[in-house]
């Protein structure tokens, strides 16, 4: 596409529950990422797909975070046990090569916890 | 130590004047450098990449890169109200490390 989808633009979930964030990034792009941001932050690296693989998953909170990349394009963060302290915007972005030269965000999934 | 620090401000400027927003950052082994803007509610957009030390100029906008320094600055010349908005100075190493940004305002 012509840039960085995120579906959904907003989630409201209880707490507990099981949540899916879907990214397409724009086409060609090898690379990957996952941020989130809070309120009043910059946003702070979960993890960076070269094509299908996690190149580096050094950010992910803990296990009950986990995204995939099945097919090198889409990817999806899934959020397992949600808990009021994930709520935030999840934003996605993609670039050519590993962020040698900035990257494209999409317009993010802000989601909510209650 | 955080990776990427920069002053949250607020930084207010009038219509018209430089504004000068600053960065640090930790990594001496970083090779790429970056400035977005994130207006309120909206996701940053890259407006400026610098890979060497010195200036770099486009439009309004100057980055200026000191490796030895650990130091990136953007100065915007002729603030415009629509530059208000959050700058956040990014930079690549091990990984991409972003800072908190800083909040600008430019008042008519």
């Known amino acids: 596409g012509a840039g960085v989808s995120q579906t959904p633009s907003n989630k409201v979930t209880e707490k507990g529950k099981y949540v899916e964030l879907r990214c397409d990034p724009i086409?060609?792009?090898?690379?990957l990422y996952w941020y989130r941001q809070s309120l009043g932050q910059g946003p702070e690296f979960l993890i960076y797909?070269?094509?299908?693989?996690?190149?580096?998953d050094s950010g992910l909170p803990n296990d009950r975070f986990f995204a995939v990349r099945p097919e090198g394009s889409v990817s999806t963060l899934k959020i397992q046990r949600t808990e009021r302290g994930d709520s935030a915007v999840y934003l996605c972005a993609s670039s050519w090569t590993g962020g040698a030269y900035g990257y494209t965000f999409g317009s993010g999934t802000r989601l909510t916890v209650v | 130590q955080k990776e990427v620090e920069q002053n949250s401000g607020p930084l207010s400027v009038p219509e018209g004047a430089i504004a000068s927003l600053n960065c640090t950052y930790s990594d001496r082994g970083s090779q790429s450098f970056f400035w977005y803007r994130q207006y309120s509610g909206k996701s940053p957009e890259l407006i400026m990449s610098i890979y060497s030390n010195g200036d770099k100029e486009d439009g309004r906008f100057t980055a200026q890169l000191n490796k030895a320094s650990q130091y990136v600055s953007l100065l915007i010349r002729d603030s415009q109200p629509s530059d208000s908005a959050t700058y956040l100075c990014a930079v690549n190493g091990n990984q991409f490390y972003f800072g908190t940004g800083t909040s600008l305002t430019v008042i008519p």
């Open positions: 086409s060609g792009h090898t690379a």
């Open positions: 797909f070269q094509g299908t693989g996690a190149a580096d």
